[in-house]
């Protein structure tokens, strides 16, 4: 049998990046930049004021306190967007707005909030120093500076970061596009009566969120029959436009395996058995040349384990990003677990983080079909090939779920 290890190592061997697209900002959400991103100007690009109140001079209001308020003449009002070249002199102030470019001559802001808020007049109770409430021109960012590397992945902030430096568009390496379909005869939408022998399709529902999770757009296909021209029809329709490509079911040692039956021979496919439990069934390759297809096993937990071993890093490569699995942490057994000689085994089970080190609980039922053990779970305890067994109170590696 194929270790995991091994098994992953081709895949991202096989692997190359998606090539960069020019995308408009609303559309580069989860992207990944492909060039770095320097700033044409600087951040703040001029000096203004970071509250709404007076612009002075520090010197006019040395002496400004409540027993002892300084009085000034207003001399203009100065909004966000004022292009104005106001200036100040001794005795004098403005009116400033928050964002607001500083006068000239001016070299503090006093908050409204020190004041009377006078509109002609201006009482003033107590000091400000030089500086003071001024956003200096490049204290966030200086011209020319990379403010996002390649690599980066784009959030939320990255995306406010681009737009702050005047970017509309910008070269990512997009989001893996994913087909997600499920096989199976025995297998009825959701919100559909089941009749005997009958189950709802529970897979191609997971591993689409799991991939959005992951960073990918997922397309639901729904499921096929276990019909041979169906299958490869199906999939062969997914290669227009898919990046990448999930089956579920159908690859063990059934006599209706549909999908090892269509996919061998075809581009790089290949049906293997990897020491791992659960998940032991897996294929992979490449259709087409270029769009890796997953043929994952058909019981949900095997499906959604071998998607986070083995698919996900697969969808980090295409971006470029590291294939880092997901987050590992170290975490001590309240309760013992065996495990198979010679296959890793990923058992569903629940972390909690307290004082101290973190705690794991493998749930109960840890059958390859029992998706309410896996639902109840938010990690997957990492057992290696080589230990069969560990005691309660043991360290243990953990596989967190979201
Ligand atoms: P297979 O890999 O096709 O032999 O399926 C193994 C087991 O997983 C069988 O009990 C199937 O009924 C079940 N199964 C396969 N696909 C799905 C699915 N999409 N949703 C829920 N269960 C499934
Ligand atoms: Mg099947």
Known sequence: MKRVDEHLADILGAIRELPPLELALPESYGGVLAEPVTAPVDLPPFDNSAMDGYAVLASDV????????????????????DQGAYGIGPGLCARIMTGAPLPGGAD?????????????????????TPGHYIRRAGEDVTAGQTVLPAGTRLGPAQIGMLAAVGR??????????????????????????????QIWDSNSFALTAAVTEAGGVGFRQGTVG???????????????????????????MGARDVVKEVLSGLGTMRF???????????GFGLLDDHVPVFTLPGNPVSAYVSFQVFVRPALRALQGLPPAPPRTVRAR??????????????????VAYGEGEPRVTPAEGQGSHQVFALASSNALIVVPEDVTERAAGDLVD?????
């Open 62 to 81: 040395a002496s400004a306190a409540e027993t002892s308020p300084v009085t000034l003449s207003v001399v203009g009002d100065i909004a966000a967007g």
């Open 168 to 197: 509309a568009r910008v070269l990512v390496r997009p989001r893996p596009r994913v087909a997600v379909l499920s096989t199976g005869s025995e297998l009825i939408e959701p919100g559909r009566p089941v009749g005997p022998g």
């Open 272 to 282: 293997e058995k990897v020491a791992m439990r659960p998940g032991k069934p897996q």
């Open 333 to 350: 057994l309240t309760a013992p677990i065996i495990s198979p000689d010679g296959l890793r085994h990923y058992l569903r089970a629940a």
């Open 108 to 128: 503090a802001i006093v908050p409204v909030e020190w004041t009377d808020g006078g509109t002609a007049k201006v009482t003033i109770r107590r000091s400000a």
């Open 398 to 402: 953990v596989l967190e779920l979201s």
């Open 226 to 252: 276990d019909d041979p021209r169906e299958v490869l029809a199906t999939i062969e329709e997914q290669l227009a436009y898919a990046d990448l490509i999930i089956t579920s079911g159908g690859v063990s």
